[in-house]
């Protein structure tokens, strides 16, 4: 084994490693991964390379590609690797393979055949390496080449390779349904096999199914009921014990199951109530494990139809993982417990205020968002200003354009859903889209234009036109402003364009010369230039339709004859156009150009009935009628062909059948010849399904907020606005209203008093600790103080006294918390260092000591001990390591230690290893050598030669940074 | 449906310097693609405070992640996962490794990685849990092992014999 050490790779390999960990920049480990990728392109190429050599050649195109550079030249001989007899061989090169190919890869189809005779094999690590394989590799164009074999696995003897074929039919069924549909009920049987890994691992498929089908499976409730109360039991074997909790991870899965089958089945839950309880009061709060299973708990119970009981249960846990810890993992998964439950009893959340918002403000951002999640659930119109005040705070003051994109819809959404007054519903708006800019769905753009068009107030007209007036005002205040994104511009040319001159207080050449300046201060934004020059046009088209002379003024003109030459055709046809229409009167204008027609239907004639008259007399003047080309019948046979041609290639694949009784030396060909006896056995599904699904799953960043999320509920605005509640015209006039609904009343007066107050508090808190906690009251109150309104509980009159009363008690009780919090706030803000720059190792920061490892151990070691660890590297003559390390002397190795000492008294680690070194002294030899990396390895041989290699490549524990070789776990 | 397509999208080991000691990838992802994803993750992570949550939002997934001794193990789940349930994932991962290499340390790792490799591939599969119980997995990895060592004595002592009667 020559060079080999304990780490089992050539000196080469381990000097490639070595140097990439010296690296000090990003490029320099690129050069170094490129010179690499050149030896390696040169080396597995050549003739007769030993089996051996050919496996470390492997593993290091993996590390290549690990580190981010294309290895795909040497795939081939990965593959080849798999059609090696030995299993050393063989598991590196299905290794390999499983990491360089995704399943839509052309190679594949050369790994099949190795595949299904490995399948097949009487080792089972070698079915189990093939499974392995399997489920990563196996596209749905390959799966009825190998379904058979694994269907059989499903009774092997060995619960790993049931367990694998369990998984590699979940792989199946999730890539292409349709080809395992005949299957499924062996899912359902594997579930009573007698191995719990196998029948955990058959919870995976079975929650797919479910998810697809509930009630399919209802029967199955029973079943599951008494396995999670089995398992709960600890009638599991104890290997299954993970931190003393009986099979945590097969629990959290039967409870996702049972948490989809008891959705909305009060039969179903109803088995289930004794088992949760149970489990609710078995699992173990103090380690994270026993949380982990109490979170999914509190999933299932307000996912089914729950009872009161269970709720409480639920609620309590939720409170202790907001309250009693101080693990920013438990409040994280206490804010979206919380999230949950108030969907069931919204009252939940009023014991929680003040919790809430000490996440709100925490600085981990993880955190806070998750809080922004809840607070969007529980919007109500009595709290939608502050918490959409809130939102836009946060929104400007991040970076990443994922979460800002969708924190700016979910803003969009409340403002249109809840907003109280038009105009904050326009500033809110107008906010958004000057800090989200273009990451705002374009849609949401045009449905605020047809909110402002179509008004709120329904018969309303004067609250259509105070909308518009207030949105055109707004508009002209922002429009100067530099930077406002291109979405807002439309939205700001358009209206200026349709209402700028609506009500009078503008005249038609201020909102022209404003219109103008936009074009100009965007040359080269073509939309926005579009948008301007369209809304001139509409605006010189009102005034000549009134009857009065338009001056075009002299920028207009120019940029006029400007657009006029432009390159895009758009923008020249608008150029021309506005010109025509400034030369046709005034009845023509008025036709074409309608004063605010821009709800009104514009009904298309599909049938071109209009033409009927030239059509007719063209036919009596012999053209040919015309025929519809479905009736063509020449295109018929031609469509047949080609939809038929299209039709045979999609049902027939490949043959991955061997020949029978093949010659040996073509064993392994593969012919593509249609699949006709295998089709029998298996169906071939329809070929497009994974190829949609890869090309979903190949963009993993795209989450784009769908449609739906971002639409204007436009049906649900009229009845929401049309409330007396949010008067448009005066909201603190609450006398007009006061005759109205008691409910309302309740709302308008919180609103009136607490809410002015309240949107200070957002800007406040920003200001010296002290005052931080009167202020969260505040907060809380009109978070949170809305709900008891709105549940309409409390008597109207006192309505606003009961919340302060309430918020005051809050005050009283939570002081020493609201405090404690607020210093540790303080603390955490306190500087921190500059975050070290990841990829370029030059600088070390101060903060983080940042310490190249190879690096500093150069040097350090004495004379002697870098003799034997060069001796190491250069002697890779020498056979043993062991016996190496042997021959050194042993002086030189004691004054290694001795050495060592002085540098690293502080690390507790190595005072042991020195009194070890005491101990192990006494008795000499080699034993010494185990000092270095403490307790490495199960037994001595294992951590000499561990510690071996380590010398050998140059790397020690000594220096200052031991950090590679620290226990991870420890 | 993307979503239940995976559980775990992939899991990364990133040391604290940046480097990357470990990938695997159970959505399909470019690879132009990963070194994003790497980048960007390690700007997010590796600049976290100790005491803040283990997990980040990140292009509308989750990342679960933590730190033992200077390396990450991360961990990508869909927004609605169980959190602390990958965080116990990764638990488990690590108590595994430790067994195996016998209190594991991340140089074990930076040699090591296809024998890493192997171990995830017990205990993940397709981005499931496929394995919960430690000693099961201990034993068939052992089993690999020992097989791969009985393939290496035959080897050698065929070699050997070959060597003898060349000789």
């Known amino acids: ?970 | 449906m993307y979503s239940s397509f995976y559980h775990i999208h992939f899991v990364l080991l990133i040391s604290r310097q940046g480097k990357v000691r470990l990938t695997k990838w159970y959505s399909p992802y470019s690879q132009k693609e990963r070194s994003k994803v790497i980048r960007e993750l390690s700007g997010v992570i590796l600049t976290r405070g100790p005491k803040l949550c283990n997990f980040v939002e990140w292009r509308g997934f989750k990342v679960v992640y933590k730190r033992y001794a200077s390396l990450y193990f991360c961990m990508c789940i869909d927004q609605d996962d169980n959190e602390l349930e990958i965080l116990q994932i990764i638990h488990h991962f690590v108590e595994i490794l430790d067994r195996y290499f016998g209190n594991v340390c991340e140089l074990d790792l930076i040699f090591n990685f296809h024998k890493a490799y192997f171990i995830l591939d017990e205990i993940l599969i397709a981005g499931e849990l496929q394995e919960s119980s430690k000693r099961t997995i201990a034993r068939l990895i052992d089993a690999q092992d020992s097989l791969v060592e009985i393939a290496k004595e035959q080897a050698s002592s065929i070699s050997n014999m070959i060597a003898q009667v060349t000789k």
């Open chain 1, 1 to 970: 084994m020559g060079s080999q050490g304990g780490w089992g790779q050539s000196k080469d390999f381990l000097d490639l490693v070595k140097s990439i960990g010296e690296t000090r920049s990003k490029a320099e480990e690129d050069r170094i991964v490129m010179n690499e990728i050149e030896i390696l392109k040169r080396r597995i190429t050549e003739p007769d390379i030993p089996k051996r050599k050919m496996k470390e050649y492997i593993i290091r195109l993996v590390y290549v590609e690990m580190l981010g550079h294309d290895a795909s030249f040497g795939y081939i001989h990965a593959v080849k690797m798999t059609h090696d007899d030995s299993l050393l061989l063989k598991r590196t090169g299905y290794l390999a393979v499983t990491l360089f190919l995704n399943d839509d890869h052309d190679l594949i189809i050369l790994i099949v055949n190795t595949i299904q005779k490995d399948l097949k094999s009487d080792n089972y690590l070698v079915v189990c390496t093939a499974l392995t394989a399997v489920c990563k590799l196996i596209n749905e164009e390959t799966i009825p080449a190998v379904l058979p074999q694994v269907v059989e696995l499903l009774g092997h003897p060995k619960e790993s390779v049931r367990k694998k074929a369990i998984m590699a039919l979940h792989r199946f069924y999730q890539r292409a349904p349709s080809s395992v549909a005949h299957l499924l009920s062996n899912f359902r049987k594997k579930l009573s096999d007698n191995d719990p890994g196998v029948m955990g691992a058959t919870l995976c498929p079975l929650f797919d199914l479910i998810i697809a089908d509930a009630n399919s499976y209802k029967d199955l409730v029973i079943s599951f009921v008494s396995i999670l109360k089995q398992v709960a039991e600890r009638r599991l074997p104890k290997s299954y014990d993970y931190h003393q909790m009986p099979a945590p991870f097969i629990q959290i899965r039967l409870l996702k199951i049972l948490a989809l089958l008891g959705n909305g089945d009060k039969q179903a839950s109803e088995h289930m109530f004794t088992v949760l309880g149970d489990i609710f009061r078995r699992c173990d709060p103090s380690s994270n494990i026993g949380n982990a299973v109490l979170y999914e708990c509190i999933c299932c119970v307000s996912s089914i139809h729950s009872s009161p009981k269970l709720l409480e249960s639920a609620a309590e846990v939720t409170s202790r993982f907001l309250k009693q810890s101080d693990s920013h993992n438990l409040k994280y998964m206490g804010i979206d417990a919380l999230g949950r439950l108030i969907k069931i009893s919204p009252e939940i959340a009023e014991d929680h205020q003040l919790a809430v918002i000490d996440c709100l403000e925490d600085p981990d951002d993880t955190l806070k968002r998750k809080t922004f999640e809840l607070l969007y659930k529980m919007t109500k119109p009595s709290n939608v200003e502050v918490i959409a005040d809130r939102m836009i705070d946060y929104m400007i003051s991040i970076n990443d354009n994922h979460y800002k994109t969708e924190i700016a819809s979910r803003c969009v959404e409340l403002a249109e859903q809840f907003a109280p007054s038009n105009q904050w519903f326009i500033q809110t708006m107008n906010k958004v889209f000057e800090h989200a800019g273009d990451l705002v769905n374009v849609k949401v753009a045009h449905n605020l234009m047809r909110l402002i068009a179509e008004g709120f107030g329904g018969d309303d007209e004067g609250a259509d036109s105070q909308l518009r007036s207030s949105a055109v005002e707004s508009y002209l205040r922002i429009i100067g402003e530099p930077k406002l994104p291109s979405l807002l511009l439309q939205v700001i040319c358009w209206v200026l364009g349709e209402y700028g001159t609506a009500d009078g207080k503008f005249s038609a050449s201020y909102i022209t010369g404003k219109l103008c300046d936009v074009a100009e201060a965007h040359p080269s934004d073509d939309i926005v230039k579009a948008y301007a020059v369209t809304a001139i046009m509409k605006i010189c088209a009102f005034e000549i339709a009134t009857g009065r002379k338009v001056e075009l003024l002299p920028e207009c003109q120019s940029l006029i004859d400007e657009l006029s030459a432009s390159h895009s055709t758009d923008l020249q046809q608008r150029a021309y156009e506005l010109q025509t229409v400034l030369g046709l009167d005034a009845l023509a204008v008025e036709t074409i150009m309608p004063s605010d027609a821009s709800c009104e239907d514009i009904e298309v004639d599909k049938s071109l009935s209009f033409l009927n008259g030239y059509v007719q007399e063209s036919l009596v003047k012999g053209a040919r009628p015309y025929i519809p080309e479905s009736e063509r019948s020449g295109m018929a046979d031609i469509s047949n062909f080609r939809s038929r041609g299209h039709h045979d290639s999609s049902t027939h694949g490949l043959k991955f059948e061997a020949y029978e009784l093949p010659k040996p030396s073509v064993a392994s060909r593969i012919q593509p010849v249609p699949l006709a006896t295998s089709k029998e056995l298996v169906p071939v599904s329809q070929p497009t399904y994974p190829q949609e699904m890869s090309q979903a799953a190949s963009m993993p960043s795209v989450p784009e907020t769908g449609p739906s999320e971002l639409k204007l509920q436009l049906d649900g605005v009229q009845k929401k606005w049309g409330r007396p509640t949010y008067s448009p015209t005066v909201p603190s006039n609450s006398n007009s209203s006061s005759q109205k609904a008691v409910n309302g009343v309740a709302q308008l007066v919180v609103q009136g008093t607490v809410g002015p107050k309240t949107r200070d508090v957002s800007y406040d808190s920003r200001k010296p600790q002290v005052e931080v906690s009167p202020e969260k009251q505040k907060l809380a109150a009109s978070l949170f103080g809305g709900s008891s309104s709105k549940t309409g509980k409390r008597p109207t009159s006192t309505s606003y006294k009961t919340t302060r009363v309430h918020s005051h008690a809050a005050e009283k009780s939570q002081i020493p918390t609201a405090t404690v919090a607020s210093t540790e706030h303080a603390a955490e803000k306190a500087p921190q260092p500059p975050p070290p720059d990841l990829l370029d190792l030059g600088e070390p920061t101060p903060g983080y000591t940042v310490i190249d490892p190879f690096k500093q151990l150069e040097g350090l070691l004495p004379s002697d001990a870098s003799s034997v660890a060069n001796s190491g590297v250069s002697a890779s003559k020498s056979s043993d390591i062991m016996s190496l390390h042997a021959e050194s002397p042993m002086s030189g190795l004691i004054g290694t230690v001795a050495n060592m000492g002085p540098t690293n008294l502080d690390s507790a680690n190595l005072l042991s290893s020195l009194s070890n070194l005491a101990n192990r002294n006494v008795h000499g030899g080699p034993a010494a050598m185990q000092v270095a990396p403490v307790k490495k390895g199960p037994n001595p041989q294992d951590s000499l030669e561990k510690d071996a290699v380590a010398r050998q490549v140059g790397v020690t524990p000594s220096g200052t940074n031991p950090n590679l070789f620290r226990d991870l776990l420890g």
